[in-house]
């Protein structure tokens, strides 16, 4: 596989990567795993600033991880009462600000568009970690990680299902919209208020992605070899009695497994809430609190992709 | 270019709107719009030039239309485009000596700034950055766009609604 130059690139959406670009980019996150063992100095004199503007633990610890694995720095805006921002300063003055403080910049901000905005002008690198309801690049990435390394190192063929809240959760979509780059069968599983996107089913449809929707996972669960739960959200719910309807239908418990694949893999963007009980954290199907660990792996192969570009050796 | 004298209009007895000397004429409105399209292409009857509207008029290809004749005023193409997204059929007509020098079907590029907001609240184009609303056109009949920003999908009456 040729080497890709990532430099100065911004990650901005999961659909701007094609295969090879991913592909490229899960080899180098694979690389990552004895410099996370062994330590590393490939950042040294890096400095990335995150700017949450929205809560996150998961994601932030992670980058921030990832940073310091490779020796970077890490300036951290976490509080969404910035002093800026309360005294009037939009996101363009801050954005402006901050390229001159940091080599590279991650961004969760609530305004949908927001970090592809910010891309068009900054100077330095913006990666969304999660902007607006839509997109979280990074996330699908990992995501696209745990599944090739879980399941015999492939991602072609397999019988993948997203179940939970399609409709609002960025996770499901921005993974649906990776898996399409690949030879998979998708399964959206979800109450009929919380269905993904039509125009997502239509995308999908067009790239010739086979795609089934339903209320119900037992039908298929037999056959799936990958289940991707999400948290489904109380406050989505304009009525809190359609919430208590649906909210013990989308929780996966042990016996729902009896038919299930040796091989299956359980997997989850977390905080898990109800969705897994908690029986099936000690199973071998497990993996969402892996997935964490090849979060870091994915956040050290993309921070050093874009401000190193070609320019390091990992052997 | 042809010279055509409005040969496919009624007799001179019958038009509503008498024949302009120069100028611009907007023909095949969608019935209705014709107030509509005035605004997006940014003409308040503020300017002075003599403006025309004749609207539900019949028509021989669609049942009814609107017409919309600017006197002394060519309009220009970037503005005039913008009338597809709520008329996809209307042609443009630049008159010189009450001939018709020149006649296009409006037609849209691949994307639209700035004209329309996006009605999506959450949108970064609608919050306090110094940024247009971009627009990526899917289809054009019927219109059917997507925000570039936060990927909403927008169709004629989510359009026509913000005039």
């Known amino acids: ?18 295969r090879e670009e991913l592909d490229f980019i899960l080899k180098v996150a694979n690389q990552m795993e004895r410099l996370y063992k062994e330590g590393s100095n490939l950042l040294k004199g890096k400095i990335l600033a995150t700017l949450f503007f929205e809560p996150s633990t998961r994601t932030r610890l992670s980058f921030v991880s990832a940073m310091y694995k490779l020796d970077g720095e890490v300036i951290s805006l976490s509080n969404p009462e910035m002093s800026s921002i309360v ?7 801050t954005i402006a600000t901050v390229q001159n403080y940091a080599d590279a910049i991650v961004l969760r901000h609530k305004l949908e568009g927001s970090s592809k905005f910010m891309s068009e002008i900054s100077r330095v690198p913006i990666i969304n970690a999660g902007s607006g309801t839509k997109e979280h690049p ?31 959760g960025r996770t499901g979509r921005s993974l649906a919209y990776a898996l399409s780059n690949y030879d998979v069968n998708l399964y959206f599983i979800s109450p009929p208020l919380l269905r993904m996107q039509p125009e997502v089913v239509s995308d999908l449809q067009k790239l010739k992605v086979p795609v089934q929707e339903s209320e119900d996972i037992m039908p298929f669960i037999k056959d799936l070899d ?17 919430y208590e309807k649906v909210k013990g239908t989308y929780r996966l418990s042990l016996d729902m497994l009896n038919d299930a694949k040796d091989e299956l893999i359980i997997m989850h963007p977390l ?42 050796d990992l052997q | 270019m042809e010279r055509d004298s409005y040969s496919h209009q009624n007799t001179e007895k019958e038009l509503r709107v008498r024949k302009i000397k120069d100028g611009t004429v907007i023909d095949h409105i969608t019935p209705g719009n014709a107030l509509n399209v ?14 025309s509207i004749a609207m539900n008029v019949p028509s021989k290809k669609a049942g009814l239309k609107d017409v919309v004749k600017v006197e002394n005023r060519e309009l220009d193409p970037e503005q005039i485009n913008r009338i597809a997204l709520i008329s996809p059929n209307a042609t443009i007509n630049i ?19 700035d004209v329309i907001k996006c009605l999506n609240p959450n949108c970064i184009t609608n919050g306090n950055e110094p940024v247009k609303s971009l627009f990526r056109i899917i289809q054009t009949n019927p219109i059917y766009i997507r925000c570039e920003y936060c990927d909403r999908i927008m169709e004629y009456d989510d359009i026509v609604k913000q005039f």
Do not use: C, W
């Open chain 1, 1 to 18: 596989m040729d080497v890709l130059n990532f430099l100065g690139r911004h990650v901005i959406s999961i659909k701007d990567f094609s």
């Open chain 1, 87 to 93: 005294k009037g300063e939009n996101l363009t003055d």
């Open chain 1, 138 to 168: 990074t996330q699908a990435m990992l995501d696209l990680l745990t599944i090739q390394n879980e399941i015999n190192g492939k991602i072609d063929g397999l019988k993948i299902a997203i179940a939970g809240d399609l409709k609002y």
């Open chain 1, 226 to 242: 990958v289940i991707y739960m999400t948290r489904i959200q109380k406050e989505r719910f304009p009525d809190p009695a359609e």
């Open chain 1, 271 to 312: 905080p898990r809430v109800e969705e897994i009980d908690y029986e099936i954290d000690k199973t071998k199907y497990a993996k969402y609190f892996k997935q964490t660990y090849y979060g870091v792996l994915l956040r050290m192969a993309l921070l050093t992709l874009i401000l190193k570009g070609d320019n390091f």
């Open chain 2, 38 to 51: 005035l605004k997006i292409v940014g003409i308040t009857g503020k300017e002075g030039m003599i403006i």
């Open chain 2, 95 to 113: 008159i010189r000596d009450y001939e018709v020098i020149a006649k296009d079907k409006v037609s849209l590029k691949d994307q639209i700034q």
